[in-house]
T-cell receptor
């Protein structure tokens, strides 16, 4: 069975601070995908990133960066110089790979509510 | 925008009544999914489909059935709604775009069962 743990239920920081959201996962699959989604107060789910289990390179996209460490089964997300617009619930998710090479259904963590105070 | 619509967007119903939620996509994606989102649980997979008339159960399938008679529509049915099925329901499709295959989600349906 797959499991994703986001131990931080809520984080509150002041604007311009850096913040890291933790994600730890469990799977028996040797090949899998890891994801981060953002859910702003408006409620939609916004895809941020997908990582393949065989690619441990860290990734940076603007103020966002992701640190994937297979040895510790972690896929952490850092926002640098946070802004009020970053306030949202952030979900980490995991999936296996289906026979077509695509993602199976996602197993989500319970989410981290990030509050950026002005 | 992955071309996913959900209907209705909001629904209030009574315990014991049947309810059908519709997910419609315009881009001919093969894989479609239904999730529910509840406070403290994140999103959980109910059912998914890997083609017309091909469906399978997810983590929380009890009390739900699905049908997919054509590629663009994936229906979720609550045969006899219960208060525990009050939730926000999200449909998703699996799409490969810009070298990043992932699931894209519809806007959600808020269902209240009284």
């Amino acid at each position: 069975a797959q499991k994703v743990t986001q131990a931080q239920t809520e984080i509150s920081v002041v604007e311009k601070e850096d913040v890291t959201l933790d994600c730890v996962y469990e799977t028996r699959d040797t090949t899998y995908y890891l994801f981060w989604y953002k859910q702003p107060p408006s409620g939609e789910l916004v895809f941020l990133i997908r990582r393949n289990s065989f690619d441990e390179q860290n990734e940076i996209s603007g103020r966002y960066s992701w640190n994937f460490q297979k040895s510790t089964s972690s896929f952490n997300f850092t926002i640098t110089a946070s802004q009020v617009v970053d306030s949202a619930v952030y979900f980490c998710a995991l999936s296996g790979v289906n026979s077509g090479g695509g993602a199976d259904g996602l197993t989500f963590g319970k989410g981290t509510h990030l509050i950026i105070q002005p | 925008d992955a071309g996913i619509t959900q209907s209705p967007r909001h629904k209030v119903t009574e315990t014991g009544t049947p309810v059908t939620l519709r997910c419609h996509q315009t881009e001919n994606h093969r894989y479609m999914y239904w999730y529910r989102q509840d406070p403290g649980h994140g999103l959980r997979l109910i059912h998914y489909s890997y083609g017309v008339k091909d469906t399978d159960k997810g983590e929380v399938s009890d009390g739900y059935s699905v049908s997919r008679s054509k590629t663009e529509d994936f229906l979720l049915t609550l045969e006899s709604a219960t208060s525990s099925q009050t939730s926000v329901y999200f449909c998703a499709i699996y799409s490969g775009r810009a070298n990043t295959d992932t699931q894209y989600f519809g806007p959600g349906t808020r269902l209240t069962v009284l």
